[in-house]
C-alpha cells in the first residue's frame, strides 16, 4: 500500500521536495495509515522526496469517546517524534448558532483549524485522508442530487494546489488490512454505522444494495466515471478560460468587479455561458459556492434580454447589471455595486 501512495504522490505531484504537511487525524484507519505512511516515506532516503510532516486533530465534542480518539493520535505522534496540535469545538452547538447540518458544521471546523495550525507551523499543505470508497460515495451523492460534470468528477488529488489526498487511489478494504498488518490498532467511530447522513445511506445501505443486486464492482465503476468526469471537466475549463479571455472588457479583482461584451456572451453555447458565468464569479469571491441552477438559468434570461439588473441570491453578494454604453452593451458582475 506504501508504494501505492508513493504511486499517486508523484502521479498527481501531490508533495514536493520541501513541503511541509498539515495531515488531518483524526485517529480512524484511514487517517491512521495515511499517517503512518507518509512518516515512513518521510524518513526514507532513498525515494528522493525531502518534506515534512505536522498533525491537526478536531476532538468534535459528540461522542463520550471522542477524548480517547484524542489521547491516542496525540501518544501516536509523541511516539513517532511528530508534532501535534488539538483543539476541542461544541459541533453540535455551532450547527445550532450558525442553523446548518452538525455534518457541515464539522467539516468546516476542521478545515478552519487545519488552517490555523498551516499558518502557526509555516506548512504550506493540507492533507486528508479521503480514499477510493468515499470517492465513489462522493459521486453516487452528487448524482443523486442531480449535479452535473463538475461534481460527477469527485474528490480531486490536489484542490487549489493545497489540499492534497494521497490515499485516494485505496480502497477502505486495503486501508484495513493495512493496519491490522502494522499493528496500528485505529479507533472506529461508531457514528458511521448510524444511517442518519447521507454519505451513511449510501455507504451503508445504497452501494451494498447496488454491489448484491446490480454490480458488485459498483465502487470501481464510480471511479471510473469520476476519472472520465475529471479529463471532460478539465477540457471544458480551458474552453471557458479562452472563452473569458475573449469576452472580457475589464477585470478589476481588486474592485471586485468584472465586464463582459454582452453580445459576445449571448452568442456562446448555453453550456459555456453556464460555465462561464460560474468562472466569473468564482474570480470575483474566490467561490461559486450556492450558485444555483437556477440563477445561472435568471442571468443568462437578463442577458439575453440585453436589460436589467439583479442581486444573485442565495447571499445577494454578486450584482448582475446590463448597460449600454455607445453602441454596445457590457455585462457588469461586481460584489458591490457602486453607482
Known sequence: MKNKVLKTIKKYNLIENGDKLVLGVSGGPDSIAMLNILNDLRIEKDIELDFNIVVAHINHMIRDEAIEDENFVKKFCEEKGIEFYSKSIDVKKLANTNKISTEEAGRNARYDFFEEVLKKTGSNKIATAHNLNDNAETVLMNLLRGSGVSGLKGIEKIRDGKFIRPIIECKRSEIEQYCLENKLNPRY????????????????????????????????????????????????????????????????????????????????????????????????????????KIHIEDIIKLCGNNIGNKYLMPNKNIKIFIKKGGDDYAFYLAQKWRD
Open 189 to 292: 467511530d461508531k457514528t458511521n454505522n448510524e444511517n442518519t447522513y447521507t454519505r451513511n445511506k449510501i455507504r451503508n445501505m445504497l452501494i451494498p444494495y447496488i454491489e448484491e443486486n446490480f454490480n458488485p464492482n459498483i465502487v470501481d465503476s464510480l471511479n471510473r466515471l469520476s476519472t472520465i468526469a475529471t479529463k471532460e471537466d478539465e477540457y471544458i475549463h480551458k474552453i471557458v478560460e479562452n472563452s473569458f479571455k475573449d469576452i472580457v472588457i475589464t477585470a478589476d479583482i481588486s474592485k471586485k468587479e468584472i465586464i463582459l461584451d454582452l453580445k459576445k456572451f449571448n452568442e456562446l453555447d448555453e453550456v459555456i455561458k453556464s460555465r462561464l458565468i460560474l468562472y466569473t464569479i468564482s474570480e470575483i469571491l474566490g467561490t461559486s459556492q450556492g450558485i444555483e
